[in-house]
Each structure stands twice: as C-alpha cells, then as structure tokens.
C-alpha cells in the first residue's frame, strides 16, 4: 500500500507530472485540424481492416504512402488517401522519402519486424496490438525503442487505456483501497477452436500478393478462409495459429491485461507457470490456459502474483455472492482488505475481512485525480510533434514489458512445467531447454534488423 512504501502525496505528485506529459500539447492540436506545417507525413501500413478505425485521425496528418498486399484493401483505402503513393511491400513502404511516422495494422506476425524497421529510420510508430509474438521479439524492439526513447514516440493500439476505469483503477489501488496489493487477475472469455493449418486450397487471388502476405513466417499453403472475415475483426481467421500470432494472449489479453498492467508497475516476472487441459498442438495455440507469473517487489507494493485465464479457465471468485462469469473480459485485484471487480468500463470494490473499514483508503479530491488521457491515437500524433515522445501510455517499453510476461506463460505452457526467469539476460535458469520457446524460426531472407 501507498502510504507504507510511498507517501500518498509524492505519488499523487508523480502521477501528476507524469499525467502532465500526456496533456501538455501545442496549441492547436488537441481534437482540432493541424496547420499543414504541423502535419506528420505518415505511412499507413495495412490499409484496411483494422485501419478504418485510424483513418479519421490520418486525416489530420498527411498520409504520404499506404500499404497493403491485397490490392482490393489498397483500392478502398485509396479512396480515402487519393494522394498516397501506394506499395505491395513494408520493406519498400518505410523508405518512402521524407516520412516522419508510420501506423501499422498489418497481422501479428508482423508487427515486430516492422517496428524494428521503422525504429531504426527514426521514425515514430503507432503499432497495432500485439507489439511481439515472442519473448525474443518484445526484447529486441524494446532494446532499439529504448535507445531512441528520447526522439521517437511509439504506441501500442490498447486504446481501452484511454477509458476513465484504467486511471480510477490505479487510484484505487495505490491509494489503499483494498489495502496491500497482494493478486491480480485478468481473464477473457473468447474460444476459437481449429484443428490446424487449413489446408493448400485454389489459388491465390492475382489481387492478393500472398508470399507477401506469409512475410517472414515460414511457409504455409494458401487457403482462402485467412481471408474470410470482416473488415477489422479478420485477425481472427489466422491469430490463433502459431506462425500467425499467440491466439487470445495476444489478441483479447492485450486489452484485458492492461487493465491491470497499468496498476502494478511491474517489468520482467521472476517465475511464470502456465497450465491448460489441452495437450500441446504444434499448429495451433491453446484456447484454455491459465498464466501465472510472480513479479517482485517494488517501491510500492511487495512481491505479487499475476495470473492470467482464458478461453473458460477463471479465478475464484471472492464471494459465491458474485459469479465472475457475467464478466466476459475482466479483471480483479486481491488486497489484504479488499477486492476490486472491474471490466473495461466498471469496477467494483469489495471491503473484505473483519478490519475492512475502508479506514485505510486514503481517498484523493477530484482535483487530485490522475488526468484523462484523452483521444489516444492523437496522444501519440501530438508526442510526434511536442517533444515529449515517450509520455505517451502504452510506449514500446510499457507494452513490450508486458507482450514479453504474455509470451513468457506460453513458453511455460509448451514446457509443461514452471519456469524460473532472468530477466535481464532473457533466459530461463531451471530449464535450458525450454529456451529454445522464447523464439521462432523465419523464412529464409527476412531479417529484424534492415
Ligand atoms: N486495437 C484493436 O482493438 C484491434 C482490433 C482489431 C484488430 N486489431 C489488430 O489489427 C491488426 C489487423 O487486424 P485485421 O483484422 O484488420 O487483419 P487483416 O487480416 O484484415 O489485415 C489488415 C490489413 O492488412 C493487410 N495486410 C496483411 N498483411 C500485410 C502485409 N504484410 N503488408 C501490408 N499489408 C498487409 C490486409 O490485406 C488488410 O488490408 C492485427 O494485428 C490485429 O490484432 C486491433
């Protein structure tokens, strides 16, 4: 709790400062239309799908180039961006002249490299959740993110951060609320169950450039249910296999674990256990598991337990009062006098236990509340411009740190057992062998560093 290990009011100041980053804006920007002389010349990479979410904010920049390898992606956004000079390959795209960012919602298994590209042209970066989809991949972004911390902003698309809950959450939480944090929990409910691979099916269209599309991954016949979904939520034809993505750790765990990564302060987990009653299938990533890994302590809170459940697995409930069920994607932090229940939008907290009365919570006044982070995506367009790259909240550190625990539980899940971790080397210390899960093998010619 705060007030043992951190007095309230110095943590009130910190947040604040570190709050005032977010918010400290050249005049102008916030909301409203750019001069053309502060305007980003940006590349958008993955023209379609996820990226129509993005486009009313690129409107306020100037998108210079797009890029997709499915030319009937390319047209519609086109028609958006008529003046973008258009490109089938990433590799190509990061080159386009005089380029200051680039946002990127290509699939998953792409997101590193062309972090790692585009980090090491000095651009900014807005990448699609998840950043990584291995240990190897998060370190190896984080390590050239962090040497350029000072000039580049980045950001992770975990945009439910920008929700009012996160910041109440963290309030709550470190102001003793529920007393000394000792467990936290997140799960998401969602199951895609497939057998394996599809099968080589037809051709590909001579619209979709497919040995583009598998990039680095290594090679897999052309089915055209990869392709089947609708505009935005496609990832989930092809994120749950494992040269595609890391299933719902990357997808749905990506937001739901944020809600209580954003409150723990933590880095690199000392240990990571993962359990499923699924054996492993080396095509595809499990649908239930349970992730738990232990972080140490820091200024603040001592040593915790943070536990991760999907696809049916779920933690206990503190009540038989309450069925966490009703909650598809949710968290809960367990106190020493006190839960609190929240999803996305809502919390609950829970005073438990004979001294639970709410003695303890040392409650701030309104003006003393974190401040809103406001439009998210623009949080990261204004730290391209106000020279404050890295206050943005979900920066290449923060969400490295936490896809790198994500991927961890996965290692741990192919292991079979637990795993003691170092996390400044990167390696386990109980299991050499179960070293080898921390990275993937890629197709021949791609490379992270270019
Ligand atoms: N933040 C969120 O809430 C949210 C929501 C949905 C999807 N996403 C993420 O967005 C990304 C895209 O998801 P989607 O459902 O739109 O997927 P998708 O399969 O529809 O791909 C998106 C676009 O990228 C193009 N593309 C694919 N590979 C490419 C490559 N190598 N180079 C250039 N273009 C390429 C596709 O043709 C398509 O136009 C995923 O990483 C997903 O996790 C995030």
Known sequence: MNDKKQPRRDFIKKSAIAGAGFMALPAGTLFGKNKPSDRLNIALLGAHGRARAHYETLKDENVVAICDVNQLNMDLCAKEFPKAKQ?????????????DAVLCCTTDFTHAFIANWALHRDLHVYMEKPLAITVEEARMVRETYLKKKDKL???????????ENFNRLREMIHDGGIGELKEAYAWGNRQLRRPGYLPASGKPPSTLNYDLWLGPSPEHPYNPGYFIGRPGA?????????????????????HTMDLLWNVIDAEQPTSVKATSPEAFNPEVTPVELTSSWRFPANDWRDEIRVSWYQGGAMPQSPSSWIDLNKIGHGAMFKGEKGFIIADFRRR??????????????NIRSKDELLPELGHFQKQWTNACKNGKPAATACNFEYSANMIEALCLGLCSF???????????????TNNASANQYLSKQYRKGWSFVG
């Open 414 to 428: 192919r292991a079979g057992e637990s795993l003691n971790y170092d996390g400044r080397k990167g390696r386990f």
């Open 87 to 99: 490109y089938q390959d990433w590799r190509k795209c990061l080159d386009h002249p005089g380029l």
């Open 153 to 163: 902003a980045t950001q992770v698309g975990m945009q439910r951060h920008a929700y």
């Open 348 to 361: 609950l907290l829970i005073p438990s236990g004979k001294e639970a009365d709410l003695t303890y919570f």
């Open 234 to 254: 496609n990832c989930l034809e092809w994120n749950m296999y494992w040269d595609f993505g890391v299933g719902q750790m990357g997808d749905m765990g990506s």
